[in-house]
């Protein structure tokens, strides 16, 4: 194992594994740790560190750090699983496609030619909620529009492993599992891996980025997507269904004349067979505090439901479609910020930033945005907003006000000297 370091500054650990990868090789790694279930004798190199970080909502979810060897493990088994999978998945793209049926799990991993492969969870998630947009501003100029969104109780906690493989099970073709000798001791080592990660026979181990994770969560609810299939052709043929892992919007069209109480009906339907339909062949509820249904009349409503649902990239049109230019909804986060600074100023304290503001504030996450946030007027503006900044660490929003202060170094300096400045005051007095 390389080096280790635990960094202390300002009163927040960063643990980190300098070059962990460098010294494996594959063959020999197998022979030591694999073969013979080693892994079991070596702790500190097989060792999962549980940590916490907050939500949107102001809870926290458990978050799994993996040591490097650990890891490799874990992502094994996610190219197992996509490599088991792979003739069904192509198989039922079509399908889902052709059905208005569309699943995405943050990323597009290419066996084929891994190079090609898209690794970064925003051009999936970007491509979820335009889709979602897209399709409802439409519906809603001739239609009125049900849209439902579904969430499950704690999603990822909750799988069973049993059941994952039972599922991936029927998901592989008879020779895809001869050739990967995908066997009852398979499934049997699988789960006794996910059990080594998790301490418990349920769960898959979350961090950021975590490709692997949300693969295998994916591939978990392609039964509900086939579930949905059949609603579609039994119910309603003008369903659609956008799914992101476990965060699902499904739409259907109903005409101007319908009543919102028919349409209630009809959608309550729905969304009883489906918590039905996961909580007997899934053993997963829906979350009824976050399970929603709106009933959109007009394209005037489509913006309200937007604003709700808290989407990233998920507020206002892209440009191409119409919205504003990168440069304006930089603007509109600026103004958030120096709103900020006023109720600082005022109460000595931020309290928790509204919904609306929260989500301009993401929208500097776009890839235009981004850019432009590089030229020299973005810099001159972020320069005067982050002068005297103080409150910068936020309940919310967090990673872009770091994002945003990064881009202006002489504010970053500042910050620091701010923070070193009060850390001091705090040892003296």
């Known amino acids: 194992m390389s080096n280790s370091h ?74 197992y699983f996509l490599e088991l999978t792979r003739e069904i998945r192509r198989q039922l793209a079509s399908i889902h496609r052709d059905s208005s049926i569309y699943t995405y799990y943050g990323a597009n991993i290419r066996l084929d030619e891994p190079q090609k492969s898209q690794i970064y969870y925003q051009e999936d998630y970007q491509e979820f909620t ?13 239609h009125k529009v049900a849209v439902l969104h579904i969430d499950i109780q704690d999603f990822f906690r909750s799988i069973a492993h049993s059941n994952l493989v039972q599922i991936f099970d029927a998901q592989a073709m008879p020779e895809s599992q001869f050739c990967l000798r995908y066997n009852e001791h398979t499934k049997l080592a699988i789960r006794d891996i996910l059990f080594f990660i998790m301490h418990r026979s ?34 309603a043929p003008s369903l659609t269904f956008h799914r992101y892992v476990d965060d699902m919007f499904l739409t259907v069209q109903f005409p101007l004349t319908e009543t919102n109480e028919n349409i209630g009906t009809t959608m309550l339907d729905i969304s009883t067979n489906i918590g039905a339909f996961l909580s007997s062949n899934l053993h997963l509820c829906l979350n009824p505090l976050k399970t929603r249904l709106d009933i959109i009349a007009s394209e ?10 808290r989407l990233v990239s998920f507020y206002e049109p892209l440009p191409e479609e119409g919205g504003e230019s990168p440069q304006n909804t930089l603007n509109r986060a600026i103004l958030v910020l120096n709103s900020m600074k006023e109720k600082f100023r005022e109460y000595g304290f931020v309290e928790k930033i509204a919904t609306n503001d929260d989500l301009a504030l993401k929208q500097c996450f776009q890839s235009a945005v981004i850019h432009y946030t590089r030229s020299e007027q973005a810099q001159r503006q972020l320069e005067a907003v982050f002068q005297d900044w103080y409150p910068a660490l ?13 881009r202006v170094p002489n504010a970053l300096n500042n910050l620091f000297i701010q923070l070193i400045t009060y850390k001091i005051a705090r040892f003296l007095n």
Do not use: W
Not at 133 to 141: G, K
């Open 6 to 79: 635990n960094y202390r500054c300002l009163g927040l650990e960063i643990l980190r594994r300098e070059n962990a990868l460098d010294k494996i090789a594959p063959r020999q790694f197998y022979n030591n740790y694999i073969r013979n279930d080693l892994c079991f004798n070596y702790p500190g190199l097989f060792r999962v560190t549980p940590y916490y970080v907050p939500k949107g909502d102001g809870g926290v979810r458990q978050f799994h750090f993996l040591e490097a060897p650990l890891r490799i493990i874990y992502y094994a088994l996610g190219f």
């Open 130 to 142: 335009r889709n979602i947009r897209r399709i409802v501003r439409r519906q809603a100029q001739t």
């Open 300 to 309: 005037d409503r489509v913006d309200k439901l937007i604003e709700r649902s």
């Open 394 to 406: 936020m309940p919310k929003s967090i990673r872009v006000l770091v994002f945003l202060i990064s």
């Open 202 to 235: 349920e769960g898959l181990p979350l961090s950021q980025q975590n490709i692997v994770s949300n693969l295998l969560s994916h591939l978990f609810l392609y039964p509900l997507d086939n579930f949905i299939r059949e609603i579609q052709i039994d119910i």
